[in-house]
Nanobody, 122 residues
């Protein structure tokens, strides 16, 4: 049974920082690209950041570029999302996801975590 378990969410004031972690039980973790998505109330789930199998390539949605950093530790089977300069519009449930490819499209992601709530107060 594959599990992706997110942690690190919480309540933070605007301008603050949080670091999300996602621990994966994937046997071949290093062969999966990993992504972070988020879903705000009443909105569709959207891509936030992605990282290739090796960690050499990273991808971000425009609104988080320069503020968020995705990284991974293949030995620990963990992916991280460092979020700085948080804004109220970053408030959402954040989901970790794994993909055998490199599309970071919702319909092609193979595995999902249960999500962790991030709330940014103004």
């Amino acid at each position: 049974q594959v599990q992706l378990v997110e942690s690190g969410g919480g309540l933070v004031q605007a301008g603050g920082s949080l670091r999300l972690s996602c621990a994966a039980s994937l046997r071949t973790f290093s062969t999966y690209s990993m992504g972070w998505f988020r879903q705000a109330p009443g909105k569709e789930r959207e891509f936030v950041a992605g990282i290739s199998w090796s960690g050499d390539s990273t991808y971000y949605r425009d609104s988080v570029k320069g503020r968020f950093t995705i990284s991974r530790d293949n030995a620990q089977k963990t992916v991280y999302l460092q979020m700085n300069s948080l804004k109220p519009e970053d408030t959402a449930i954040y989901y970790c996801s794994a993909d055998k490819g490199l599309s970071f499209r919702l319909e092609y992601m193979d595995w999902w975590g249960q999500g962790t709530q991030v709330t940014v107060s103004s």
